[in-house]
T-cell receptor, first 120, second 109 residues
Framework: GAVVSQHPSWVICKSGTSVKIECRSL??????MFWYRQFPKQSLMLMAT?????????EQGVEKDKFLINHASLTLSTLTVTSAHPEDSSFYIC????????????????FGPGTRLTVL | GIQVEQSPPDLILQEGANSTLRCNFS?????LQWFHQNPWGQLINLFY???GTKQNGRLSATTVATERYSLLYISSSQTTDSGVYFC???????????FGPGTSLSVIP
């Protein structure tokens, strides 16, 4: 199956700093990537949809100025948590939609290993 | 929007036992996936199964789209099967993927 990587796998930062998380599709081109947030013992919550070459679409309640998303190429999307605070501590997961439009598996999503962010 | 329910919420199995996990959804969907989230947080694709039946080793899945449910079967469970199993649905290519709340499985030796 398709492989998605995330970097870093974990990060600890001080309150007020910004943290950038990278999401890469390693063996396929992804015009659309997704960013999720997961709290302990809860399901995944979609934060935003990232489209290559255009602005991200944010879900209701997600601050776009707080969580900056850039999808600069067909294989890379980045999430920057700006001025991080302890309440931003969470597990962040990205996914990429594989396959070509019209292919039966076009809507299949492949997930990265996640990034655990701890803000002190 | 689409509501996704999963049952049971928690399950404890003796190694070697079989189990069935269920996913119900409230509207027709174009896509349904089953994932296993291991204890390290990695989501592993198990099945892409908008309809029909698929099998992969000890796992199999069936989606009955007309009745809006999907089942994941785990046979001869192993301790490495422990983790959380999520189903996720997508109504159309332009909609967001909706995750169910998950089933937490613990397989004990």
């Amino acid at each position: 199956g398709a492989v998605v990587s995330q970097h870093p796998s974990w990060v600890i930062c001080k309150s007020g700093t910004s943290v950038k998380i990278e999401c890469r599709s390693l063996d396929f081109q992804a015009t659309t990537m997704f960013w999720y947030r997961q709290f302990p013992k809860q399901s995944l919550m979609l934060m935003a949809t990232s489209n290559e070459g255009s602005k991200a679409t944010y879900e209701q309640g997600v601050e776009k100025d707080k969580f900056l998303i850039n999808h600069a190429s067909l294989t890379l999307s980045t999430l920057t948590v700006t001025s991080a605070h302890p309440e931003d501590s969470s597990f962040y997961i990205c996914s990429a939609r594989g396959g070509l439009a019209g292919h039966p598996a076009y809507n299949e999503q492949f997930f990265g290993p996640g990034t655990r962010l701890t803000v002190l | 929007g689409i509501q996704v329910e999963q049952s049971p919420p928690d399950l404890i199995l003796q190694e070697g036992a079989n189990s069935t996990l269920r996913c119900n959804f409230s509207d027709s969907v174009n896509n349904l996936q089953w994932f296993h989230q291991n204890p390290w947080g990695q989501l592993i694709n198990l099945f892409y199964i908008p309809s029909g039946t698929k099998q992969n080793g000890r796992l199999s899945a069936t989606t009955v789209a007309t009745e809006r449910y999907s089942l994941l079967y785990i046979s001869s469970s192993q301790t490495t099967d422990s983790g959380v199993y999520f189903c996720a649905v997508l109504k159309t290519s332009y909609d967001k993927v909706i995750f169910g709340p998950g089933t937490s499985l613990s397989v004990i030796p």
